[in-house]
């Protein structure tokens, strides 16, 4: 039971932080796409500085986690490109299309933004779509 609370304060904060960060907002998104601000940009790039950081450090110290001792299982990965080009390119085209990534869709929900539900129902469907079809798919 602890494991839910846990991870509903982690979701919390990380909602609580998108949307007090503007990082939900359709024109922040927009303004991206378009190139005429700098904060997303700047929010991303500092995730991703943050995430090789603590990256780098889990592995180096070989960490375990919090909730039940066990090592972080951090193998290295395939390192092909292909299809991160071809995820990445579908990604973002979903992206500029509905103006939201899937971390803030539910942010956006909690926003009282309820038209998000369309883009929610067709996140879960192109995730069923994939499961159907991973087989097929280049990995």
């Known amino acids: 039971m602890i494991r839910v609370f846990v991870f509903l304060g ?3 904060f990380f909602g609580v932080t998108l949307f007090k960060s503007e990082a939900a907002s359709w024109f ?3 303004e991206m796409f378009q190139f ?3 904060h997303m940009y700047g929010i991303i790039g500092s995730a991703l500085l943050f995430g090789m950081l603590f990256t780098f450090l889990l592995k180096r110290f070989n960490a375990k986690s919090l909730l039940d001792g066990q090592p972080l299982n951090m193998a290295d990965k395939d390192k092909s490109w ?3 080009l071809y995820g990445g390119t579908l990604f973002g085209i979903g992206w500029a299309l509905t103006g ?3 971390g803030p869709l539910f942010v956006l929900v909690g926003a009282g933004f309820m038209p998000v539900f369309v883009v929610i ?3 879960i469907l192109g995730t069923y779509a994939y499961g159907a079809l991973r087989s097929k798919l280049p990995h």
């Open 10 to 12: 982690i979701g919390l």
């Open 28 to 30: 922040r998104i927009y």
């Open 36 to 38: 005429q601000s700098f």
């Open 82 to 84: 292909k299809r991160y």
């Open 100 to 102: 939201a990534c899937p």
């Open 121 to 123: 129902a067709a996140a």
